[in-house]
C-alpha cells in the first residue's frame, strides 16, 4: 500500500501518518511509555463480563494498551464489529468474546509492527475462548480511507475505536466512512480526547503532543458539529474524565484541559414525525440484567417507564436496542404522564469530568505522574 491510500493521497498529511506510525510502531514500548493519563479512578467497577473477557487476553498484547477509555458497548453477542485503530489487538480480542462464535471483529490499524503483534495471537484468544474458529482479523488500512481497505457500505453492526481518531489529521473523513459503513441502526462508540481551547497552530506541529493524541484533540462541540455534517444523531456523551499530563507536555500546553471521553453516535434514519416517547427496559442483555445505563442522561431499570427525548426514542426503536425495550409514544399516552418537560441532558464533557472529580478521590495528579492509562 503507498504511503497514504490514493483516495486520501492528496489530501493527507504524510508527515502526521508517518510521525504517528514511528511513534506507535518503534518510540513506545508498552503502556507505560506513554506521557498522558486517564488514570482518575474510574466511577464504576467493571461489569463481570467484561472483567472475565479482559483476565483471558494474553499479557503481550494486553501491556501494550494505548487506549484512553472503555470502548465496549452493550448488546454485543453476534454482532460485525470493527475497531478503528485497532493497536496490539486488545480491544478487539475482548469484542471477540463477547460477540462470540457467530459474531466477527475486524481491527484496521495502518502501523506493521502492530499489525504484527496482534496477528500473532489470534489463535491463542481462540482457543482460550473455546471457539472452533477464529472470529478476529486485522487489516492494514487508513481509518480515512476504508474503501481502499475493501470495506464496502453498510456492513457493521457497531464500530468502536480508542484514542485514535484524535490521531487522524482528517476527522470528518473519519466519521464520514464509519458512517457508511454501519448499518442503518448501527452506532460508533469511541472514546478519544478532548480539549478544552483549541492549541495554535504551531503547536499542532509538535510529534510528540500529536502522537500522544492531545495535539489532534478536537473540542466537544467541534466533534457534534462534524457528526450533524455527516448525518448521524446527536452524540451522545457516555462517561469522561481528566487527563492528567507529565511535566513536559505541561510546559507545552500550559493551562489547557483535557478529557478522555466516550461518545456514541448512532446512524438512525430519520422518523418523519417526532414525538416523545417513554421507554421501558425489558432486560436481558448479558451484564445489564437489572439496569442499562445507556449514556450520562439516561438509566434504564427494568421494567420502569423513563420519559426520553425524540431521538432516544427512535434510537431504540431503530437500532439493536430495539427488542430490549418497549417504545410508548408521547400522544398516545394520559396527559398526566406526559405533560412534563424532559429533563436537562448533559453534553459537554468537561462538566461531566468536573462533577466526576468533585465526587471521587483523584488518583493522580501532575506531581505523582505514572504513564499508563486505565481500561
Ligand atoms: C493510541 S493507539 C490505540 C491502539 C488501540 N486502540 C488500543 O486501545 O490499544 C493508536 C493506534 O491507531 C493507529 N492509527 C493512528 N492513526 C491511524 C490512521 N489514520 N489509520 C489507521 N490506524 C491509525 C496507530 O497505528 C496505533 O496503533
Not at 98 to 121: A, F, N, P
Amino acid at each position: 500500500m503507498s504511503l497514504c491510500s490514493s483516495a486520501i493521497e492528496k489530501s493527507c498529511s504524510t508527515k502526521t501518518y508517518e510521525d504517528v506510525k514511528d511513534y506507535y510502531g518503534k518510540q513506545l514500548g508498552n503502556t507505560k511509555d506513554l506521557k498522558t493519563s486517564a488514570c482518575a479512578a474510574p466511577s464504576k467497577p467493571l461489569p463481570t463480563h467484561l472483567k472475565d473477557a479482559l483476565d483471558n487476553i494474553h499479557e503481550d498484547i494486553s501491556s501494550r494498551y494505548y487506549g484512553c477509555g472503555l470502548s465496549v458497548p452493550e448488546s454485543l453477542e453476534n454482532c460485525i464489529m470493527l475497531d478503528l485503530g485497532s493497536g496490539s489487538g486488545r480491544d478487539c480480542y475482548m469484542l471477540s468474546k463477547l460477540v462470540g462464535q457467530k459474531g466477527h471483529v475486524t481491527g484496521i490499524d495502518m502501523t506493521d509492527e502492530q499489525l504484527e503483534l496482534s496477528r500473532q495471537y489470534i489463535d491463542f484468544h481462540t482457543e482460550k475462548f473455546g471457539f472452533q474458529q477464529p472470529n478476529v482479523e486485522f487489516i492494514k488500512g487508513y481509518i480515512e480511507d476504508l474503501k481502499a481497505a475493501n470495506i464496502k457500505d453498510n456492513r457493521y453492526d457497531v464500530i468502536i475505536s480508542n484514542c485514535v481518531i484524535n490521531l487522524s489529521p482528517d476527522k470528518k473523513a473519519v466519521l464520514r466512512e464509519a458512517y457508511r459503513v454501519l448499518k442503518d441502526g448501527g452506532e460508533i462508540y469511541f472514546s478519544d480526547m478532548y480539549i478544552n481551547k483549541a492549541l495554535p497552530a504551531e503547536l499542532k506541529e509538535n510529534k510528540l503532543l500529536w502522537g500522544e493524541g492531545i495535539g489532534g484533540a478536537l473540542t466537544w462541540k467541534e466533534l457534534f458539529h462534524i457528526a450533524a455534517e455527516i448525518g448521524f444523531c446527536t452524540p451522545r456523551l457516555v462517561t469522561a474524565r481528566y487527563i492528567t499530563v507529565n511535566e513536559e507536555l505541561k510546559n507545552i500546553v500550559g493551562d489547557r484541559k483535557f478529557v478522555s471521553a466516550t461518545f456514541r453516535l448512532f446512524k438512525v434514519p430519520q422518523d418523519a414525525v417526532k414525538v416523545k416517547s417513554q421507554a421501558v427496559y425489558n432486560g436481558g442483555i448479558t451484564g445489564y440484567e437489572d439496569k442499562l445505563e445507556f449514556d450520562a442522561n439516561f438509566t434504564f431499570k427494568v421494567g420502569e417507564a423513563v420519559e426520553v427525548d425524540q431521538e432516544l426514542g427512535r434510537i431504540l426503536k431503530r437500532s439493536r436496542f430495539a427488542d430490549k425495550f418497549s417504545l410508548q409514544e408521547a400522544e398516545k399516552m394520559p396527559c398526566s404522564e406526559s405533560s412534563h418537560p424532559i429533563k436537562e441532558t448533559i453534553g459537554d464533557p468537561f462538566e461531566f469530568a468536573e462533577a466526576e472529580s468533585n465526587g471521587a478521590q483523584s488518583s493522580c495528579s501532575g506531581d505523582n505522574f505514572e504513564g499508563g492509562r486505565c481500561s
